[in-house]
């Protein structure tokens, strides 16, 4: 069964400091996605993953993927905040044993950036 | 390009009563899916399209059905409503399974008391 677990579910950090969320999964597969979701709104995309050793930067945010240790992180660098809101990661891919496509979500990392 | 568009934005129902959520999207996708956010558990997939006339279910399907006549539309029916069905429905489009970087509506709000 594909799983996909974030943590740190809640982030509350200081402006200018770095964090690192991560998003492990469960199963075979090489592509993972990033999104961003400010309360109240609707979710949008920030990074898609595709191969072992992808690494996507934008501003003060990096995504890499690591498909041998299942691992995607999403690293922070000298956060300010405009970067608060819910980050989500999620791993699409066919069930083998029903053929069924199956995109599953991480229950989200919430960050709050303080001033 | 106005995107994916969502239909209404707020609802609410009573118990066993049915009701239609619109989806649209300009962009020529053919992946369309439906998903629904619940409180501490992210979203979860409904179901999905890859193209006019074919649908899945995803992880979540009972109690709604959905069909795909035209490229552009995917609606979701809630057949008879439950108060467990009480969420926020996103629908979302993307290219294909391929490269399946979605571009989600703004979202229904739907209550059923």
């Known amino acids: 069964e594909l799983k996909v677990e974030q943590n740190p579910l809640f982030l509350s950090m200081q402006e200018g400091k770095n964090y690192t969320i991560y998003c492990n999964y469960s199963t075979t597969s090489d592509r993972l996605y990033w999104y961003r979701q400010d309360p109240g709104k609707s979710l949008e995309s920030l990074f898609v993953l595709l191969s072992n050793g992808a690494v996507k930067q934008e501003g003060r945010l990096m995504a890499s993927l690591d498909t041998k240790a299942r691992l995607s992180t999403l690293h922070i660098t000298a956060a300010v905040h405009d970067l608060s809101a819910t980050y989500f990661c999620?791993?699409?891919?066919?069930?083998?044993?029903?053929?069924?496509?199956?995109?599953?979500f991480g229950t989200g990392t919430r960050l709050k950036v303080l001033a | 390009n106005a995107g994916v568009t969502q239909t209404p934005k707020f609802q609410v129902l009573k118990t066993g009563q049915s009701m239609t959520l619109q989806c649209a999207q300009d962009?020529?996708?053919?992946?369309m899916s439906w998903y629904r956010q619940d409180p501490g558990m992210g979203l979860r997939l409904i179901h999905y399209s890859v193209g006019a006339g074919i649908t899945d279910q995803g992880e979540v399907p009972n109690g709604y059905n959905v069909s795909r006549s035209t490229t552009e539309d995917f609606p979701l029916r809630l057949l008879s409503a439950a108060p467990s069905q009480t969420s926020v429905y996103f629908c979302?489009?993307?290219?294909?399974?391929?490269?399946?970087?979605?571009?989600f509506g703004p979202g229904t709000r739907l209550t059923v008391l």
């Open positions: 962009m020529n996708h053919e992946y």
């Open positions: 979302a489009s993307s290219m294909g399974l391929v490269y399946n970087e979605q571009f």
């Open positions: 999620a791993v699409d891919g066919l069930a083998w044993v029903s053929g069924t496509y199956k995109y599953i």
